[in-house]
């Protein structure tokens, strides 16, 4: 049998784009052996992420909801900031990722496309689309191939090129199980350049350390400095810790101006396209909207549907990307994570900003503009400011 489209990943971009083919009728087949399953990261899913999603998925979301965040930078009084809500739903809530990825598995298979447990490990073009090899020695048909498996993406590895080690990142840290909070933790840190992080699960806590691959240092000593963290802030109550590590994308602005998301009959979304905020790491948005860009591109009638992809990435993902990139080095600087958590501390205005820029309400397009106008508080409201002025 040969299909319409052939997806390689059944996470949160190959589900949902397998879902948004499925309900316009086309024949959909998606290629994953382990999904739905735990993924090491934050989990946070953003309000505006959820929108994308909630209408269609069959039961509501296990989660949990945020309320606030607190900024630490190791050396200092913390600051919090009371996240906002909609109509009383909470602007931030954060999943077990097996839960949040296997409802949207759910929804598509419900639609009608065909999940095969099988592992993808060729993807050769073909007369009519392309032949994907699997793992028990049979070879699938697909007039379209979705590349949805993300860092490690063997369809880019395949149709384009990998990415490099100067762009990815290595996420690591530890489950800790028995505890939970309604209440993000980020502490600052300057080397390496980032954040540590503690988000709450509905059963256990996802702590960790984020760094860039070719930053010399490994994934044990990134574990070791997670490990000292939880004790210092003694967020495990002597509960079990789980050990995790997991590449992610982190492109650089030029890297993002330049990546190829899309060929000739194939298509790159979420992180196999890049599309991971290098500020935040978060990427479920992203990685949603660029499933609905390519269901758009695939399903319609025009010519070049990949190009009209690739442009709209451009345009609307890695332009907002890209602004995040340009702040990325001074973010981490401990003078402006100072600054920061001062001016988060003692002013109303820039707790109202980092709030929605956590919510992934706040855009990095309006960003700066936003500071400006909060000048009218004080010192430490123009430091802020002055700090995001590239």
């Given at each position: 049998?040969?299909?319409?489209?052939?997806?390689?990943?059944?996470?949160?971009?190959?589900?949902?784009?397998?879902?948004?083919?499925?309900?316009r009728?086309?024949?959909?087949?998606?290629?994953?052996?382990s999904?739905?399953?735990?993924?090491?990261?934050?989990?946070?899913?953003?309000?505006?992420?959820?929108?994308?999603?909630?209408?269609?998925?069959p039961?509501?979301?296990?989660?949990?909801?945020?309320?606030?965040?607190?900024?630490?930078?190791?050396?200092g009084?913390?600051?919090?900031?009371?996240?906002?809500?909609t109509?009383?739903?909470?602007?931030?809530v954060?999943?077990?990722?097996?839960a949040?990825?296997?409802?949207?598995?759910?929804?598509?298979?419900?639609?009608?496309?065909e999940?095969?447990?099988?592992?993808?490990?060729?993807?050769?073009?073909?007369?009519?689309g392309?032949?994907?090899?699997?793992?028990?020695?049979?070879?699938?048909?697909?007039?379209?191939?979705?590349?949805?498996?993300?860092?490690?993406?063997?369809?880019?590895?395949k149709?384009?090129?990998?990415?490099?080690?100067?762009?990815?990142?290595?996420?690591t840290?530890?489950?800790?199980?028995?505890?939970?909070?309604?209440?993000?933790?980020?502490?600052?840190?300057?080397?390496?350049p980032?954040?540590?992080?503690?988000f709450?699960?509905?059963?256990?806590?996802?702590?960790?350390?984020?760094?860039?691959?070719a930053?010399?240092?490994?994934?044990?000593?990134?574990?070791?400095?997670?490990?000292?963290?939880?004790?210092?802030?003694?967020?495990?109550?002597?509960?079990?810790?789980?050990?995790?590590?997991?590449?992610?994308?982190?492109?650089?602005?030029?890297?993002?101006?330049?990546?190829?998301?899309?060929?000739?009959?194939?298509?790159?979304?979420?992180?196999?396209?890049?599309?991971?905020?290098?500020?935040?790491?978060?990427?479920?948005?992203?990685?949603?909207?660029?499933?609905?860009?390519?269901?758009?591109?695939?399903?319609?009638?025009?010519?070049?549907?990949?190009?009209?992809?690739?442009?709209?990435?451009?345009?609307?993902?890695?332009?907002?990307?890209?602004?995040a990139a340009?702040?990325?080095?001074?973010?981490?600087?401990?003078?402006?994570t100072?600054?920061?958590?001062?001016?988060?501390?003692?002013?109303?205005?820039?707790?109202?900003?980092?709030?929605?820029?956590?919510?992934?309400?706040?855009?990095?397009?309006?960003?700066?503009?936003?500071?400006?106008?909060?000048?009218?508080?004080?010192?430490?409201?123009?430091?802020?400011a002055?700090?995001?002025?590239?």
């Open positions: 049998m040969s299909y319409d489209v052939a997806i390689v990943g059944a996470g949160p971009s190959g589900a949902w784009t397998a879902f948004l083919l499925a309900r009728g086309a024949r959909v087949l998606v290629l994953d052996p999904h739905p399953r735990e993924k090491p990261c934050g989990g946070g899913v953003t309000g505006r992420a959820l929108a994308l999603v909630a209408p269609v998925l039961h509501p979301l296990a989660a949990v909801a945020i309320r606030r965040a607190r900024f630490l930078d190791g050396s009084p913390s600051a919090s900031v009371d996240l906002p809500s109509g009383g739903s909470a602007a931030l954060v999943s077990g990722r097996a949040f990825d296997g409802l949207l598995l759910d929804a598509a298979l419900a639609a009608g496309a999940l095969d447990r099988s592992r993808a490990i060729d993807v050769r073009r073909a007369p009519r392309f032949e994907i090899q699997t793992a028990d020695g049979r070879s699938r048909a697909a007039a379209v191939v979705v590349g949805a498996d993300g860092v490690n993406s063997l369809v880019r590895r149709l384009s090129r990998p990415f490099t080690r100067h762009q990815l990142s290595i996420a840290g530890y489950f800790a199980h028995g505890t939970t909070s309604d209440e993000i933790l980020l502490e600052f840190v300057a080397d390496p980032g954040y540590i992080w503690s709450p699960r509905p059963d256990h806590l996802a702590i960790g350390i984020c760094a860039p691959a930053a010399g240092t490994t994934s044990g000593a990134l574990r070791h400095i997670a490990a000292r963290w939880i004790e210092r802030t003694r967020l495990s109550n002597d509960g079990r810790l789980e050990p995790y590590s997991w590449p992610i994308p982190s492109l650089s602005a030029g890297d993002l101006g330049a990546v190829t998301v899309a060929g000739p009959r194939w298509y790159l979304v979420g992180d196999a396209a890049g599309t991971v905020d290098p500020i935040t790491r978060e990427g479920i948005f992203f990685a949603l909207l660029s499933a609905s860009f390519a269901a758009d591109a695939i399903a319609g009638s025009q010519d070049q549907g990949e190009r009209h992809y690739a442009e709209r990435m451009q345009s609307d993902i890695m332009s907002e990307l890209r602004r340009h702040l990325k080095d001074a973010f981490f600087q401990p003078r402006f100072r600054l920061l958590i001062d001016a988060l501390r003692r002013s109303a205005p820039i707790r109202s900003v980092m709030a929605d820029l956590v919510a992934g309400a706040q855009s990095y397009r309006g960003l700066k503009w936003r500071l400006v106008r909060t000048l009218e508080i004080g010192y430490a409201a123009k430091a802020v002055a700090s995001f002025a590239i």
